[in-house]
C-alpha cells in the first residue's frame, strides 16, 4: 500500500539541481581549499544552471516538451552536465521514453559516479521496469554516501521495491529506517502500517495509519486500510467513522465497493 499519487512522485524524485564546480583559491600566504560558490562557476556553467532550473520548474508543472527543450540548451552550454543528464532522464522516463531515460542516467552517473541522486534515481528507474533485483544496489549505493540529502527517498524506494521482491522483512527495514529519519513521511508511514496489517499485527498497524489519517492524508486507500485494521481490532465506532469518511470522500471509489461487499480480506 502506497500514497504513490502522480504528482507526488514526481516531486519525490524530482533530482534538485543546485550544482556547483569546485575550486581552489589563492590568498596571500599560500593556497587554501574553499567550499565552491556560484562565483567558481563559468558563464557557460551559469547558463547550463540557470537553464536546468527552468527545467525543473516546467517539469514540475507537467510540461515536459518544454522541460527537455531547456534540457537541450543546458547541455548546449555545457556538454559534461551531469545533472541535466539524471534531469533528462526523469522527464524522458515520465514520457514513457526508457530506452532514452535509462541512456540519460546511465550518462549522470558515468561523469559523477559519486553522486548519490543520480544512483537513487536510475535504482528507481530499474524497479519500474521490472527489475528490481538491480534496483536496490544503486539504492544501497546512494545509503553509502554520507554526504546525501535526502536518504528517505533511497530508504522509501528501496522499501517498495523490496515489496515488490516479497521481501517484506527488508521492506520494513528499509521503512523503518525511513520513519526513524523522517516520521511525517506519509508514504512511508502507511507503508509500513501495511506490512503490519498483512502480518496480522494489527495494533502496530493502527500505529501507523493513524498518523496517516491525523494528517488528514485520507484517500481511498488509505480509508480503507484503516477501515480494516479496527474490523480486525474490533473497534465498531472507530470503523463505522472511517466508512462515513470514506462514504462521504470516496463514494465512487473501489475501496467503497470492496467495503459494502465487506471484503476485509481480499
Known sequence: MSLAWHSLFRTFFLLIAMSSYGCASS??????????????????????????????GYYQQHQLEVALDEIKQALSADPNFA?????????????????????????????APNNPDFSNNYGWFLCQRGRESQSISYFETALRN????????????????????KQQ????????????????????????????????????????????????AMTSEVLWLAIKIEHKLGDRAAENSLVTQLRRRH????????????????
Open 27 to 56: 590568498q596571500s600566504g599560500g593556497s587554501l581549499a574553499e567550499l565552491p560558490t556560484s562565483s567558481d562557476q563559468t558563464s557557460n556553467q551559469k547558463r547550463a544552471n540557470i537553464r536546468l532550473q527552468l527545467a525543473v
Open 146 to 165: 554520507r554526504s546525501y540529502q535526502s536518504p528517505v527517498k533511497a530508504l522509501h524506494n528501496a522499501g517498495v521495491c523490496s515489496l515488490k521482491l
Open 251 to 266: 463514494i465512487d471509489s473501489s475501496e467503497y465497493a470492496a467495503y459494502k461487499r465487506g471484503a476485509y480480506d481480499d
Open 169 to 216: 522483512k527488508a521492506a520494513e527495514e528499509y521503512f523503518k529506517q525511513a520513519f526513524k529519519i523522517e516520521p511525517d513521511n506519509l508514504n512511508v508511514t502507511v507503508n509500513l502500517a501495511s506490512i503490519y496489517f498483512n502480518r496480522r499485527d494489527y495494533e502496530r498497524a493502527r500505529f501507523y495509519i493513524s498518523r496517516v489519517i491525523k494528517a488528514d
Open 83 to 111: 545533472e541535466a543528464y539524471s534531469m533528462r532522464g526523469l522527464i524522458y522516463m515520465e514520457m514513457d521514453q526508457m530506452p532514452l531515460a535509462e541512456e540519460n542516467f546511465l550518462r549522470a552517473i558515468k561523469l
